[in-house]
């Protein structure tokens, strides 16, 4: 049984940073790919980034130059450094891991920004 379980949301002022974990464990293996998602209020989950095992990330043009996702040294967590957050960042993050056609999802953190 794969699970995800993530860390580090909270309350952040705009123009701050947050730094999001993920660690996966079950799998066995090393995951091809990590990745986080976020869902706001009233819309529709979106990728935020995501980031292979060799290290090729994609990311949402929306947090480009302010988001940064990375492995960890144990190759089955996943990070998200988060700098100069807005209010429209606020949303529940989601860490997610496909493996043998099936998406696994973690239960999530809720990253709120605001003054």
């Known amino acids: 049984q794969v699970q995800l379980v993530e860390s580090g949301g909270g309350l952040v002022q705009p123009g701050g940073s947050l730094r999001l974990s993920c660690a996966a464990s079950?799998?066995?293996?090393?995951?091809?790919?990590m990745g986080w998602y976020r869902q706001a209020p009233g819309k529709e989950r979106e990728l935020v980034a995501e980031?292979?095992?060799?290290?090729?990330?994609n990311s949402a043009d929306s947090v480009k130059g302010r988001f940064t996702i990375s492995r960890g040294n144990a190759k089955n967590t996943v990070y998200l450094q988060m700098n100069a957050l807005k209010p429209e960042d606020t949303a529940v993050y989601y860490c997610?891991?496909?493996?043998?056609?099936?998406?696994?999802w973690g239960k999530g953190t809720l990253v709120t920004v605001s003054s």
């Open positions: 997610s891991a496909p493996l043998w056609g099936i998406t696994y």
């Open positions: 079950g799998s066995g293996i090393i995951m091809n790919v």
């Open positions: 980031i292979t095992r060799g290290g090729t990330t």
